[in-house]
């Protein structure tokens, strides 16, 4: 379905026109500078990078600031962007820090900064206003009520979710008013990107900060006959897919491999650079050779296609390895630019050169009548033809010499470096620090109070006691049946669901909902159009006070912050900001039923089949609307009896989470909060 005139954008036009009216942009990773100097080799239009900090890929060796420096110059000398991704979650102490580098990478001339964190972003976008801000897939973005969200923030690019199908993403760029990064090739999270806290929670490797310990990646127990590998998926590629992606208006089609070799990422991007160059959809022999460079059993554009099935998953092999082993090595760039020169040596004027394209002229000194050995052609044409060393490699030269001059041969060395340098100045940004601007912190409005909230996932679980207990109850949107104030909507509402989610707020408002709890920016014009009090969800990842300032101005009444922050910066964040102090938190939201992968549909619909892990730890897996699953921790947080440590925190506005319990059980729970009593099971705790 089409989003109706609500989310319609008034300069959606402009941005098809603008989209049709260039080539799109090849974007490429570089986990390192030699991964940086193959995608140039190959052809980047853009390159992406991250600093030794703050970046989702932080376990890749990165750029060190000078690292960086040269690498944005030696990009922009090749008429290639760069962007520096900073898109991790940022923790209240950590902000001068992360302003510092993203200052750093604006001086130092790189054309955009990548960004997780709303919060992040507002405080960049203060500091450096003319800074270009594109938005992480971190960031949970997928649809089109998102973006403009994202460009009243200052955004003017969204990395969509990998998830979104052809039809999605059309609908997308048709009422986006911000452009769109699409990635086409590289690896696929099972997860949406932004909501797993999967390796953060079992593991203490958070995938929000780039440290992810990949647990999708390891083996499962499963029943007879089923995928041990449930959560693996196969490659993406979309290189069958080029002609509709140009014609649909993609801005930016970026390749997944911050953690690849550089040879990985010449290779890569030498055959994406030939297809869009070409505009024609891959041959079946340019598949098999990107899958000779990498892959897991293939590839797959089953989220694209609308094809979700078991063909999407996939492990790496043996083969696949031995196939990757046989890449060629990188032996640096070779790639150079064309220059022409033009020189005049002319009597009673200052030698000059002109380059072209770039139509910059230098001038050298005055030449001097010779006494025995007049300059030629030949040996002005040696000097300046040197340019070993350099970007650029010299198609012509045109020389116009007065006879009877000498110009000593250093000067024409001096006048050929001062070309190179002029030609280099040319390309960079000229910025200072005079563009960064002194601004003040900025914290949240609100204040806590007292306040008991909780989701429940089976509304047959909501006992007397609860009702008497929790201030407000959610229940899940497409179950709820008029028996509690609020609602919680889905992870996920791409812009074809939209229409169907707007009806069922309204229903749900009819029978007496005054309440909605939304994980995403792309949500909460839904919930204030149902006139329904928008309340936020953990999935905003929520983590420092600008942030929590960020979720005050789109709207919301308060906010559930990040599982992931400890009591002190839980303590440390204003406005009117909940924990979780009780049940099992989803780790994962997956496009692809987990379900079908290992049991069947009737126990994945009854809420009766888990991951078992090679521990043997179970985590419980829920079918959630539209047949999306949900993996929940195997242990439920507790602090029934650590209150005080709660109380120390200023932990006054509480969040439970009910997902398996029995009524009995949600009342043993309840029990155990009012009386300050520990749990006859094992939990977790905050820490």
Same mark, same amino acid.
């Given at each position: 379905?089409?989003?109706?005139?609500?989310?319609?954008?008034? /300069?959606?036009?402009?941005? /098809?026109?603008?989209?049709?009216?260039?080539?799109?942009?090849?974007?490429?990773?570089a $986990?390192?500078?030699?991964?940086?100097?193959?995608?140039?080799?190959?052809?980047?239009?853009?390159?992406?990078?991250?600093?030794?900090s703050?970046?989702?890929?932080?376990?890749?060796?990165?750029?060190?600031?000078?690292?960086?420096?040269?690498?944005?110059?030696?990009?922009?000398?090749?008429?290639?962007?760069?962007?520096?991704?900073?898109?991790?979650?940022?923790?209240?102490?950590?902000?001068?820090?992360?302003?510092?580098?993203?200052?750093?990478?604006?001086?130092?001339?790189?054309?955009a900064?990548?960004?997780?964190?709303?919060?992040?972003?507002?405080?960049?976008?203060?500091?450096i206003?003319?800074?270009?801000?594109?938005?992480?897939?971190?960031?949970?973005?997928?649809?089109?009520?998102a973006?403009?969200?994202?460009?009243?923030? $200052?955004?003017?690019?969204?990395?969509?979710?990998?998830?979104?199908?052809?039809?999605?993403?059309?609908?997308?760029?048709?009422?986006?008013?911000?452009?769109?990064?699409?990635?086409?090739?590289?690896?696929?999270?099972?997860?949406?990107?932004?909501?797993?806290?999967?390796? !953060?929670?079992?593991?203490?490797?958070?995938?929000?900060?780039?440290?992810?310990?990949?647990?999708?990646?390891?083996?499962?127990?499963?029943?007879?006959?089923?995928?041990?590998?449930?959560?693996?998926?196969?490659?993406?590629?979309?290189?069958g897919?080029?002609r509709?992606?140009?014609?649909?208006?993609?801005?930016?089609?970026?390749?997944?491999?911050?953690?690849?070799?550089?040879?990985?990422?010449?290779?890569?991007?030498?055959?994406?650079?030939?297809?869009?160059?070409?505009?024609r959809?891959?041959?079946?022999?340019?598949?098999?050779?990107?899958?000779?460079?990498?892959?897991?059993?293939?590839?797959?554009?089953?989220?694209?296609?609308?094809?979700? /099935?078991?063909?999407?998953?996939g492990?790496?092999?043996?083969k696949?390895?031995?196939?990757?082993?046989?890449?060629?090595?990188?032996?640096?760039?070779?790639?150079?630019?064309?220059?022409?020169?033009?020189?005049?040596?002319?009597?009673?004027?200052?030698?000059?050169?002109?380059?072209?394209?770039?139509?910059?002229?230098?001038? $050298?000194?005055?030449?001097?009548?010779?006494?025995?050995?007049?300059?030629?052609?030949?040996?002005?044409?040696?000097?300046?033809?040197?340019?070993?060393?350099?970007?650029?490699e010299?198609?012509?030269?045109?020389?116009?010499?007065? *006879?009877?001059?000498i110009?000593?041969?250093?000067?024409?060395?001096?006048?050929?470096?001062?070309?190179?340098?002029?030609?280099?100045?040319?390309?960079?940004?000229?910025?200072?620090?005079?563009?960064?601007?002194?601004?003040?912190?900025?914290?949240?409005a $609100?204040?806590?109070? !007292?306040?008991?909230?909780? #989701?429940?996932?089976?509304?047959?679980?909501?006992?007397?006691?609860?009702?008497?207990?929790?201030?407000?109850?959610?229940?899940?949107?497409?179950?709820?049946?008029?028996s509690?104030?609020?609602?919680?909507?889905?992870?996920?509402?791409?812009?074809?669901?939209?229409?169907?989610?707007?009806?069922?707020?309204?229903?749900?408002?009819?029978?007496?909902?005054?309440?909605?709890?939304?994980?995403n920016?792309?949500?909460?014009?839904?919930?204030?159009?149902?006139?329904?009090?928008?309340?936020?969800?953990?999935?905003?990842?929520? !983590?420092?006070?600008?942030?929590?300032?960020?979720?005050?101005?789109?709207?919301?009444?308060?906010?559930?912050?990040?599982?992931?922050?400890?009591?002190?910066?839980?303590?440390?964040?204003?406005?009117?900001?909940?924990?979780v102090?009780?049940?099992?938190?989803?780790?994962?939201?997956?496009?692809?039923?987990?379900?079908?992968?290992?049991?069947?549909?009737?126990?994945?619909?009854?809420?009766?089949?888990?991951?078992?892990d090679?521990?043997?730890?179970?985590f419980?897996?829920?079918?959630?609307?539209?047949?999306?699953?949900?993996?929940?921790?195997?242990?439920? #947080?507790?602090?029934?009896?650590?209150? !005080?440590?709660?109380?120390? *925190?200023?932990?006054?506005?509480?969040?439970?989470?009910?997902?398996?319990?029995?009524?009995?059980?949600?009342?043993?729970?309840?029990?155990?909060?009012?009386?300050?009593?520990?749990?006859?099971?094992?939990?977790?705790?905050?820490?």
């Amino acid at each position: 379905m089409q989003p109706d005139k609500s989310t319609a954008f008034s /300069n959606a036009a402009g941005r /098809n026109r603008y989209n049709e009216a260039r080539k799109p942009e090849l974007l490429c990773p570089a $986990g390192s500078p030699a991964a940086f100097d193959a995608a140039i080799e190959a052809g980047a239009d853009a390159i992406y990078i991250g600093s030794s900090s703050f970046n989702a890929r932080i376990n890749a060796k990165n750029f060190t600031p000078d690292e960086m420096r040269d690498a944005i110059s030696r990009a922009h000398s090749y008429g290639i962007k760069v962007y520096i991704a900073a898109n991790t979650l940022v923790f209240d102490r950590e902000l001068d820090e992360y302003a510092r580098i993203a200052e750093q990478a604006y001086i130092f001339g790189a054309d955009a900064l990548i960004v997780a964190d709303m919060g992040a972003a507002s405080m960049i976008k203060r500091r450096i206003p003319e800074i270009e801000l594109h938005a992480s897939t971190q960031l949970s973005g997928h649809n089109a009520a998102a973006a403009k969200r994202l460009a009243e923030a $200052g955004f003017s690019r969204m990395v969509c979710a990998r998830e979104m199908s052809g039809e999605d993403l059309k609908t997308f760029i048709e009422n986006s008013p911000i452009e769109a990064e699409v990635f086409v090739h590289g690896a696929l999270c099972v997860c949406h990107s932004g909501q797993c806290l999967f390796s !953060s929670l079992v593991g203490q490797r958070s995938g929000n900060r780039g440290e992810c310990g990949q647990p999708c990646r390891l083996p499962y127990h499963s029943a007879a006959g089923k995928n041990r590998y449930p959560l693996s998926l196969k490659d993406l590629c979309l290189a069958g897919h080029v002609r509709e992606l140009i014609d649909m208006g993609v801005a930016s089609f970026k390749i997944e491999g911050r953690m690849k070799s550089p040879e990985y990422v010449r290779d890569v991007t030498r055959i994406w650079r030939r297809l869009l160059d070409e505009k024609r959809d891959a041959t079946p022999d340019e598949i098999s050779e990107l899958a000779r460079i990498f892959s897991r059993g293939g590839f797959t554009d089953g989220y694209y296609a609308g094809s979700v /099935n078991g063909k999407m998953m996939g492990v790496r092999s043996e083969k696949d390895k031995n196939e990757s082993k046989r890449l060629d090595a990188f032996g640096g760039i070779t790639r150079r630019l064309p220059l022409e020169f033009k020189a005049e040596i002319r009597e009673g004027k200052p030698i000059s050169l002109t380059v072209l394209p770039h139509d910059i002229t230098v001038f $050298g000194d005055i030449p001097e009548r010779a006494v025995n050995a007049p300059l030629d052609a030949d040996t002005v044409k040696e000097k300046l033809s040197k340019l070993g060393g350099t970007s650029y490699e010299l198609k012509g030269i045109d020389i116009a010499i007065d *006879a009877g001059l000498i110009v000593p041969l250093s000067k024409l060395n001096a006048l050929r470096r001062s070309a190179i340098e002029a030609i280099e100045a040319s390309n960079e940004k000229k910025r200072s620090l005079d563009d960064i601007v002194n601004a003040g912190a900025e914290f949240p409005a $609100g204040k806590r109070e !007292s306040l008991k909230t909780a #989701v429940f996932y089976n509304a047959k679980a909501v006992t007397r006691k609860a009702r008497d207990f929790f201030d407000i109850i959610y229940l899940p949107l497409d179950a709820y049946d008029g028996s509690a104030e609020g609602v919680f909507l889905p992870a996920v509402v791409f812009d074809s669901e939209y229409d169907e989610v707007r009806s069922m707020l309204k229903a749900a408002k009819e029978r007496g909902a005054k309440h909605a709890l939304a994980g995403n920016v792309g949500h909460i014009d839904l919930v204030i159009e149902a006139g329904l009090i928008p309340h936020g969800d953990f999935r905003l990842n929520v !983590s420092n006070n600008y942030s929590m300032r960020e979720c005050e101005r789109l709207g919301f009444e308060d906010v559930i912050l990040s599982p992931e922050l400890t009591l002190p910066r839980i303590r440390d964040i204003g406005g009117r900001s909940l924990a979780v102090v009780y049940g099992r938190i989803s780790l994962m939201v997956t496009e692809k039923c987990v379900g079908k992968e290992i049991s069947d549909c009737k126990s994945c619909a009854d809420g009766k089949i888990a991951l078992v892990d090679r521990k043997n730890v179970s985590f419980p897996v829920f079918r959630e609307w539209k047949h999306r699953s949900i993996i929940f921790n195997s242990l439920p #947080v507790f602090m029934a009896d650590r209150q !005080s440590e709660l109380e120390r *925190a200023n932990v006054s506005m509480r969040h439970f989470i009910f997902s398996d319990e029995s009524p009995s059980e949600v009342d043993y729970i309840i029990d155990c909060y009012l009386n300050k009593r520990s749990h006859n099971k094992p939990v977790r705790r905050m820490n």
